[in-house]
């Protein structure tokens, strides 16, 4: 059995780890563990379970304290794993996201700066990383130094996802030296990027 500690991380991440410790399955299968501290967790693992046909117990060990046990069956582990795809096939081939502020959605800005954190972190997670990350107004603010997003933003530049960060952005919020993932570029360059996309995604 292999355990993971998913304690105090919200979702996707429980999910993520699930699957990606999963993936390394032999093909006879194998059983996970997660440990988690939310019912939200619990819930989005089992419906992650349910749509892959594995086995799914929750037990609730404390207030905020719960074990998920997921039983993958024979052959149900390589079902998991990334098949390389023809490139007319790959779903982020010519996928572009714009981000155009440093939270997601409207209503709560401390919900709203967990939920761009999520987002990205499942950016960086795809199998097929978008084409270009491109980020303007507020949303400059995800690339700098001392971001949570940074280390998701340079895994998805290590897949080749190319990060685009507005220069006229990064000098009115006077934070172009910290910046420190991407190139910063100018307007012209984001809207050519978007308008010879395939598919844009606006947050």
Not at 131 to 140: I, P, R, W
Not at 180 to 192: K, L, R
Request: aromatic share 6%; glycine share 10%.
């Amino acid at each position: 059995m292999k355990v993971i500690d998913a304690m105090g991380l919200l979702c996707p991440v429980p999910v993520i780890m699930a699957r990606n410790a999963i993936r390394e399955f032999p093909q006879e299968g194998g059983v996970v563990q997660v440990l988690v501290d939310n019912e939200v967790a619990t819930e989005n693992l089992k419906k992650m379970a349910d749509s892959k046909g594995y086995g799914y117990e929750m037990e609730k060990v404390a207030d905020r304290n719960y074990k998920v046990t997921i039983t993958v069956g024979e052959g149900q582990a390589q079902e998991e794993k990334p098949q390389a795809a023809a490139p007319s096939q790959a779903r982020g081939e010519g996928l572009v996201v714009a981000i155009g502020q440093n939270q997601m959605g409207h209503g709560s800005e401390e919900l709203g700066k967990i939920l761009i954190k999520g987002f990205i972190f499942s950016l960086s997670q795809l199998d097929v990383p978008p084409k270009s990350v491109v980020f303007f107004n507020s949303g400059v603010k995800l690339t700098l130094k001392d971001a949570n997003t940074l280390d998701d933003l340079k895994a998805l530049e290590a897949k080749g996802c190319k990060i685009k960060v507005c220069g006229t952005c990064t000098d009115f919020f006077k934070v172009k030296d910290d910046v420190s993932v991407g190139e910063i570029v100018n307007m012209y360059d984001i809207v050519d990027t978007m308008s010879g996309a395939q598919t844009v995604i606006n947050i």
